[in-house]
C-alpha cells in the first residue's frame, strides 16, 4: 500500500511539472533568422531558418531537383515588404509572403505566394502563385548553413542572395524610391513656408544626387537661394551645373560656394574644394 501511495504521489508530481516541462525552449537544429535591408525607402526583411550541411548530399538529394521547396527548414520562409515592390515584372503590394524556390541543376524558379503561413511546403498551392521568376544557379564557397543577403543595393534595386552549400541564386526586387520621393518632394517644398530654404535645398539635393528632375531642382535652389544664399545651397548649385555636363557653370557657383564658406562657420569646404580642383582638371 505504501509503494502505491508513492507512485500515485510521484504520478502527481509528474503530471503537475508536466505543463512546465513543455515550455522549455529547446535550441532548433535548423536556427531561425531574419534579415533586413532598406532598398530606397521601401524596407524588406525575410525570416528563415538556417539549416546546416552536415556533411549530407544538398542538392538533388536532401533538396530535390525540380520540385517545390520551402527554401530554408521548418515554417516556409517569408519575405516581406513596406511598400510596393516589382519581382520578375510583376508589381506586388507591400505585405508578407511565402518564399519558395523550385531548384534545377542549373535553372531554379523562385516563387512568390500569397500564403506565407505554411509549413514547409506540404500545403503550398501554385493556385497562391503571385510570381514566378526564373534564376541561375551558380557556383560559390562553401556556406555550412542557409544564408540569405542583398547585394547590390541601390537607390530603386536589390539582388536576393541565396547561398548554401557550394552554390548560390539570386533574383533581383525593383522599387519605385525616385518617382514617390520626389511626388513627395514637390509637395514638401510646395508646402514650405515663405523663409524655408533647407526643404528646397533638400529636394534639389536629392534630384542632383539621382540626376533626375534637374530642371525643377534648379528653381528650388533658385527659391532657397532667394532666403539664404547659404554655402551648401551654392555648391548643390555647382553641383547641379556638373551634372548637367555645364563645366563653366559649375566652376563658378563652386567659386561662389567657396568663397562664401570662408567667412561662414560650421561649413566643411573639403567637398567644394575637392569639385573645384576636379572641374579644373587638378588631381
Not at 525552449?25 to 535548423?30: F, M
Not at 520562409?77 to 524556390?101: N, Q, R, W
Not at 520621393?181 to 509637395?187: E, F, I, S, V, W
Request: aromatic share 8%; glycine share 6%; hydrophobic share 45%.
Amino acid at each position: 500500500m505504501r509503494l502505491q501511495r508513492v507512485s500515485s504521489v510521484l504520478l502527481i508530481a509528474v503530471a503537475a511539472a508536466a505543463p512546465v516541462l513543455g515550455q522549455v525552449d529547446y535550441p532548433r537544429a535548423s536556427p531561425k533568422a531574419t534579415v533586413t535591408q532598406t532598398v530606397g525607402t521601401t524596407e524588406v526583411s525575410i525570416a528563415y531558418c538556417r539549416p546546416g550541411v552536415k556533411g549530407r548530399t544538398i542538392w538533388g538529394d536532401l533538396v530535390p531537383f525540380d520540385q517545390v521547396w520551402r527554401t530554408g527548414a521548418n515554417e516556409a520562409t517569408t519575405i516581406t515588404f513596406s511598400d510596393e515592390v516589382t519581382i520578375g515584372g510583376t508589381a506586388l503590394p507591400a505585405g508578407t509572403y511565402g518564399l519558395f524556390t523550385i531548384p534545377g541543376k542549373n535553372e531554379w524558379t523562385i516563387v512568390i505566394s500569397k500564403d506565407a503561413k505554411v509549413w514547409g511546403a506540404y500545403e503550398y498551392k501554385q493556385a497562391d502563385d503571385v510570381v514566378r521568376a526564373k534564376a541561375t544557379a551558380v557556383a560559390a564557397p562553401f556556406t555550412e548553413r542557409l544564408t540569405f543577403t542583398f547585394a547590390n543595393v541601390e537607390t530603386e534595386s536589390a539582388d536576393v542572395v541565396l547561398a548554401w552549400e557550394k552554390l548560390q541564386v539570386s533574383f533581383p526586387i525593383k522599387v519605385n524610391a525616385i518617382g514617390k520621393t520626389l511626388a513627395k518632394a514637390r509637395d514638401a517644398v510646395a508646402g514650405a513656408k515663405a523663409d524655408d530654404w533647407m526643404t528646397p535645398l533638400r529636394a534639389a539635393t536629392f534630384c542632383v544626387e539621382n540626376n533626375v528632375n534637374l530642371e525643377e531642382a534648379n528653381a528650388w535652389l533658385d527659391k532657397a537661394l532667394a532666403v539664404n544664399e547659404h554655402y551648401y545651397v551654392l555648391l548643390t548649385k555647382a553641383r547641379l551645373y556638373k551634372v548637367k555636363g555645364d563645366g563653366a557653370n559649375a566652376l563658378a557657383w563652386v567659386k561662389k560656394a567657396i568663397a562664401k564658406g570662408k567667412v561662414s562657420t560650421d561649413v566643411d569646404l573639403a567637398p567644394a574644394e575637392r569639385l573645384l580642383a576636379e572641374l579644373q582638371g587638378k588631381k
